[in-house]
């Protein structure tokens, strides 16, 4: 939108809502306006998240097929990245599995 349009836009509001409810209703629009955008804004981390799980994922089957040797250098990243990620949970599983039961008396 131009400066212009939004100057006409403006002027209906003013004359259609009258200069009560216009500040209202340009609060109102405006919420909206931000709850759109961070509704899309993390839709759209969440398709960036998924398309980097599905490039790791068909990275690591390339490197399966090249038996884990030899292999291009972003698809031995990817096989690191996922090894660290493997090793963080297990080592979260780990800390859970070894902590002493609680005692219920």
Same mark, same amino acid.
């Given at each position: 939108?131009?400066?212009? *349009?939004? %100057? @006409? %836009?403006?002027? @209906?509001?003013?004359? &259609?809502?009258?200069?009560? /409810?216009?500040?209202?209703?340009? /609060? $109102? &629009?405006? /919420?909206?306006?931000? $709850?759109? #955008?961070?509704?899309?804004?993390? &839709?759209?981390?969440? &398709?960036?998240? *998924?398309?980097? %799980? =599905?490039?790791? =994922?068909?990275?690591? #089957?390339? +490197?399966?097929? !090249?038996?884990?040797?030899?292999?291009?250098? *972003?698809? !031995?990243?990817?096989?690191? *990245?996922?090894? #660290? +990620?493997? !090793?963080? %949970? /297990? =080592?979260?599983?780990?800390?859970?599995?070894? +902590?002493?039961?609680? #005692?219920?008396?």
């Amino acid at each position: 939108m131009g400066m212009w *349009e939004l %100057v @006409v %836009v403006l002027i @209906v509001g003013l004359i &259609v809502l009258g200069p009560e /409810r216009l500040p209202v209703a340009i /609060r $109102t &629009v405006s /919420r909206w306006i931000k $709850t759109l #955008k961070s509704i899309a804004n993390s &839709v759209k981390a969440e &398709v960036n998240e *998924e398309l980097r %799980v =599905h490039e790791l =994922h068909s990275n690591l #089957k390339k +490197a399966e097929q !090249q038996d884990m040797s030899n292999l291009a250098p *972003e698809l !031995q990243e990817s096989v690191d *990245e996922l090894k #660290k +990620a493997a !090793q963080s %949970v /297990r =080592h979260s599983y780990q800390d859970k599995s070894a +902590a002493p039961p609680s #005692k219920k008396d």
